[in-house]
């Protein structure tokens, strides 16, 4: 009898229909439709008749359900910004209620997905005050292993309202639902990944609330933590264990949640973690090694797929990407605790060693980076959310905790995976320079602690030798077959220029003012301008003197062909150079100063890059003699602009305002 379609459900069910309607007038016209009904007492209650309907066809019920949240949204709660009038009757909203929790247990995931966003959504208001039977009717379900749907319909609601749960709710939740959860995850052949991965997600957030208590009520948390502990960890270390396996998506997914749960339970119980975390240790290296060859394969090699920017049908990121950056995390967690970084001291070379190999580029990454320069200078400044990044923070946090055996450890490593480049490419592999890539990305990345380190005598490695060793076996490898590995080799010999030898420096300094004006892949020159802005201030100007026409020449002609981030990089190394050959800098005046000005004007509503064209034309006036030919260059044009100001484009008087304020800044009468 409750599916029974009363007149004004037929009229719903046939403007449902008429929205899905090829022809663009019909469907028009049932939305103009639909959004006048909204705003009628039972719409609510009409659409969650349908959603709940199971003999209706699934694409109506879906897009009831849909419709739905969308309706909750915007009549449910007087405060949320995005509510519109009117408000639904409580008379209503207990009908709406009473209709949608028995539709969790629906056979139709997407159904059953879009039935808990909708029942999460009115949770947020109405839950527990206005609805205390919520948690008792999720529980009961949860606990029916007979009902799979069921179980499906509970875990992914109470994984929408897991976010909302506060110290109010937790302590007491916690005990009932942590057993469910356990049955659930311990059981692989009753729930499937997905089921397990949910449950997951509200274990991590309940032990994320958990650890907030801690600071205020420890004795109590700690009380309710510690019998559960032995249990989980059990747990998680059955689920690591088994070695990676490429294409599975889900098991990806399933450990994903395990590591982010692991990384709560030990930043926030680190003494209870400590006694039970042996039992993670073998198994939590057992997927960090076997990960690696799944990650060449899929995402370096790119010979299978790496599943990059997919999603399960609740948002959630399936990609090997997203799993590998929560794997280092859960490593930098365990190095930066005081209590945990004793269970990897010992193996610290090998965790540096296949670190270095997850630092490789992917194939994706110089697809993209090949194509588009500006993408790659834009990724190397942001510290993009990345494997690279995440492996070189996970180095840095070894030699922050290690100190100097940590450094030891990641040099012996470097040199291992030098050699095998060196075996690789002798072998005729295409991809031998990869590594060599990521040991000079590294090395370059912890540049500042290693060379701190070696001047106040905490090592005596000597870092000039070894970087020479590296970057000086590829000199006259072509550098069309390798740009990314010369862009490196250019960065690494500029952060390392205080210990490198001054033949060696030379030789680069020469190489790289080369680079800029040849006809070289993108990221070469990217790599050259990057190493000239840190060369060029020490180098023997007598030396560069016959190279300067053609360096500034070349360097004028990049700005035409830069954007954005490229642009700002030209701009300072255009910088550098006139402040390192100060005193010549003037005869450069006439060649530099037309091009940037330009910039600047294409610019100026830029706050950033204009700013960097006029520190350029500042570096210039501030070179002897340089004053004159630049204001006789650049008051002809400036002065219409400050006549006739409200005639001007957007951030121009104000960007030429900044253009004179440099020009009299400092300046002589």
């Not at 949240?69 to 209620?97: C, D, G, L, M, N």
């Not at 960890?233 to 994903?256: A, C, G, H, K």
């Amino acid at each position: 009898m409750a599916n029974l379609i009363d007149q004004d459900q037929e009229w719903l069910l046939n403007c449902l229909n008429a929205t899905l309607d090829p022809n663009q007038e019909i469907r028009s016209l049932a939305e103009v439709s639909l959004r006048q009904a909204s705003l009628q007492p039972g719409f609510g209650v009409a659409l969650s008749k349908v959603a709940a309907n199971k003999e209706l066809p699934f694409g109506l019920r879906q897009l009831a359900a849909v419709l739905l949240k969308q309706f909750i949204k915007k009549h449910w709660h007087e405060s949320e910004e995005s509510f519109e009038p009117p408000a639904v009757a409580t008379e209503e909203k207990e009908v709406i209620r009473i209709l949608l929790l028995p539709s969790l247990d629906d056979s139709h995931r997407k159904i059953c997905t879009a039935i808990s966003m909708a029942i999460a959504s009115i949770a947020v208001y109405d839950w527990p005050e206005n609805w205390p039977d919520l948690l008792p009717f999720l529980l009961k379900l949860i606990n029916d292993r007979t009902n799979v749907s069921g179980v499906h319909g509970a875990l992914r609601c109470l994984a929408l309202l897991s976010g909302d749960l506060d110290d109010t709710v937790v302590p007491t939740l916690v005990p009932v639902l942590f057993p469910c959860l356990l049955t659930i995850v311990s059981s692989p052949q009753n729930y499937d990944n997905y089921l397990r991965t949910k449950a997951l997600t509200i274990v991590y957030s309940c032990v994320s609330v958990l650890g907030i208590m801690s600071g205020v009520y420890k004795t109590e948390i700690i009380a309710l933590i510690t019998p559960m502990l032995k249990p989980w960890m059990d747990q998680f270390s059955v689920i690591l264990e088994p070695p990676m396996q490429p294409e599975d998506p889900d098991n990806w997914s399933l450990r994903m949640e395990v590591l982010k749960c692991l990384n709560q339970f030990v930043q926030n119980f680190p003494s209870l973690t400590e006694s039970e975390f042996m039992v993670i240790v073998g198994p939590l290296w057992q997927t960090f090694v076997t990960s690696l060859s799944v990650y060449m394969r899929s995402s370096i090699e790119c010979t299978e797929d790496p599943y990059g920017d997919r999603y399960d049908s609740d948002g959630a990121e399936k990609s090997l990407d997203a799993f590998v950056i929560q794997l280092f995390e859960f490593l930098l967690t365990i190095v930066g605790s005081a209590k945990l970084m004793k269970v990897v001291k010992n193996n610290i070379k090998e965790l540096a060693y296949y670190t270095l190999a997850f630092l490789q580029m992917t194939e994706q990454q110089v697809h993209t980076w090949s194509r588009d320069a500006n993408q790659f200078v834009a990724d190397e400044d942001d510290a993009t959310y990345s494997c690279r990044v995440s492996g070189v923070l996970l180095l840095e946090e070894v030699v922050n905790s290690f100190g100097s055996e940590g450094i030891y450890a990641i040099i012996d490593a470097m040199r291992e995976r030098f050699n095998e480049s060196e075996r690789e490419k002798a072998a005729g592999s295409a991809a031998w320079w990869r590594i060599r890539e990521s040991i000079l990305f590294a090395l370059a990345d912890l540049s500042d602690q290693l060379l701190d380190a070696e001047a106040s005598g905490m090592i005596s490695v000597n870092l000039g030798n070894l970087v020479e060793q590296i970057v000086t076996k590829d000199v006259g490898t072509g550098v069309h077959e390798y740009p990314f590995l010369y862009a490196r080799i250019f960065t690494s010999v500029a952060k390392f220029s205080s210990v490198i030898s001054h033949g060696v420096l030379e030789h680069f300094l020469h190489a790289a003012i080369k680079g800029v004006g040849m006809n070289v892949p993108p990221p070469v020159k990217m790599g050259a301008c990057q190493a000239l802005s840190q060369l060029l201030p020490e180098a023997n100007k007598e030396n560069i003197q016959p190279q300067l026409m053609g360096l500034f020449s070349s360097l004028t002609d990049l700005l035409h062909q830069a954007s954005d981030e490229t642009l700002h990089l030209v701009l300072e190394t255009l910088q550098a150079s006139i402040k390192a050959v100060r005193e010549a800098a003037v005869s450069f005046e006439s060649v530099v100063s037309p091009v940037v000005l330009n910039t600047w004007a294409l610019y100026v509503s830029d706050p950033f890059l204009s700013i960097d064209a006029i520190e350029v034309l500042e570096a210039l006036k501030n070179a002897p003699g340089g004053i004159h030919p630049l204001v006789s260059r650049i008051l002809p044009h400036i002065g219409p602009i400050l006549n006739k100001p409200y005639q001007q484009p957007d951030g121009l008087v104000a960007g030429s305002l900044d253009l004179v304020t440099m020009l009299l800044k400092a300046s002589q009468s």
